[in-house]
């Protein structure tokens, strides 16, 4: 049954987190297939040059989200070419559609220095020229591992962040530098500073016992900062994620019983994404 969400909870939502290797793709792409199997219209948009969100989707294009930006810039008229966002779209049976990534997005932010609209606004006006907004109920965004233009794009577009992190050393640290870009990007005036929604540890290792005692340190954090601890339960690192993600398929198309612990977790993030700030 497809379900349309009002418009006050229609939702831009960026998974992201300056570390990589801590499943910000495989994140988003269950996610957005949680919300699909409970009614929602949900576009992905791959904003990651790896292009890793697109391979799940079984996506390889050279026409991709890059051009789409450089076409919504008239400074860069010289670089136009004829291509029309649902021409890049790709669409699904399942409710669930992607705007892919490509390399090109590597020079997004040489491509786009000598511009003189804020150039952090780029996307965020992307979606709105393309009215996207009314077109899916939630846009779900998987960033790249760093803290360039690209991200402040993201942070600038979205309504909500959504923080998956392996509980480490190097995780704690990303975290940090993080919530001082979120400081540097309130401190711009451009925009109203996305909430971050929810922390999410994930891939966690049962076999090394050091990552209960991070996961404990980084929750300490987290709570000195948002005055509560705001973190998921621990999504573990099975083979179940694995298969799937091997597979280029949700964890959703599987109905074995070994699955149903992780559905559960993810059909809580969509509850969490569904009933925030709505």
Same mark, same amino acid.
């Given at each position: 049954?497809?379900?349309?969400?009002?418009?006050?909870?229609?939702?831009?939502?960026?998974?992201?987190?300056?570390?990589?290797?801590?499943?910000?793709?495989?994140?988003?792409?269950?996610?957005?297939?949680?919300?699909?199997?409970?009614?929602?219209?949900?576009?992905?948009?791959?904003?990651?040059?790896?292009?890793?969100?697109?391979?799940?989707?079984?996506?390889?294009?050279?026409?991709?989200?890059?051009?789409?930006?450089?076409?919504?810039?008239? !400074?860069?008229?010289?670089?136009?070419?004829?291509?029309? #966002?649902? %021409? *890049? /779209? +790709?669409?699904?049976?399942?409710?669930? =559609?992607?705007?892919?990534?490509?390399?090109?997005?590597?020079?997004?932010?040489?491509?786009?220095?000598?511009?003189?609209?804020?150039?952090?606004?780029?996307?965020?006006?992307?979606?709105?020229?393309?009215?996207?907004?009314?077109?899916?109920?939630?846009?779900?965004?998987?960033?790249?591992?760093?803290?360039?233009?690209?991200?402040?794009?993201?942070?600038?577009?979205?309504?909500?962040?959504?923080?998956?992190?392996?509980?480490?050393?190097?995780?704690?640290?990303?975290?940090?530098?993080?919530?001082?870009?979120? !400081?540097?990007?309130?401190?711009?005036?451009?925009?109203? #500073?996305? %909430? *971050? /929604? +929810?922390?999410?540890?994930?891939?966690? =290792?049962?076999?090394?016992?050091?990552?209960?005692?991070?996961?404990?340190?980084?929750?300490?954090?987290?709570?000195?900062?948002?005055?509560?601890?705001?973190?998921?339960?621990?999504?573990?690192?099975?083979?179940?994620?694995?298969?799937?993600?091997?597979?280029?398929?949700?964890?959703?198309?599987?109905?074995?019983?070994?699955?149903?612990?992780?559905?559960?977790?993810?059909?809580?993030?969509?509850?969490?994404?569904?009933?925030?700030?709505?």
């Amino acid at each position: 049954m497809f379900f349309k969400a009002k418009e006050s909870q229609k939702k831009v939502i960026a998974f992201l987190n300056q570390k990589g290797g801590v499943g910000k793709t495989t994140m988003c792409f269950n996610s957005a297939h949680a919300l699909a199997r409970k009614g929602h219209k949900v576009l992905c948009i791959d904003f990651d040059p790896q292009a890793n969100l697109s391979l799940l989707f079984n996506v390889e294009t050279s026409d991709n989200i890059h051009q789409l930006l450089v076409n919504s810039v008239r !400074e860069l008229k010289a670089l136009h070419r004829p291509l029309l #966002v649902d %021409e *890049v /779209i +790709v669409k699904s049976d399942d409710n669930v =559609d992607i705007l892919p990534a490509g390399q090109e997005l590597s020079g997004f932010e040489l491509t786009m220095a000598a511009v003189n609209v804020p150039r952090q606004l780029i996307l965020k006006r992307f979606i709105e020229k393309n009215d996207l907004m009314s077109r899916y109920d939630y846009i779900l965004i998987d960033c790249p591992p760093t803290l360039g233009l690209l991200v402040i794009n993201t942070i600038c577009a979205g309504h909500g962040t959504i923080v998956p992190f392996r509980p480490d050393d190097f995780s704690k640290k990303g975290l940090h530098n993080f919530y001082e870009m979120l !400081e540097d990007v309130k401190d711009m005036g451009i925009i109203e #500073v996305p %909430e *971050v /929604i +929810v922390h999410i540890p994930n891939l966690m =290792d049962t076999r090394r016992k050091q990552e209960e005692s991070d996961l404990n340190d980084i929750g300490d954090m987290i709570e000195a900062r948002f005055g509560k601890r705001n973190v998921l339960t621990p999504i573990y690192n099975k083979a179940q994620i694995v298969k799937a993600q091997a597979s280029r398929k949700s964890i959703f198309e599987y109905q074995a019983q070994e699955f149903s612990q992780i559905h559960q977790q993810f059909n809580e993030i969509a509850d969490i994404i569904e009933t925030w700030n709505s």
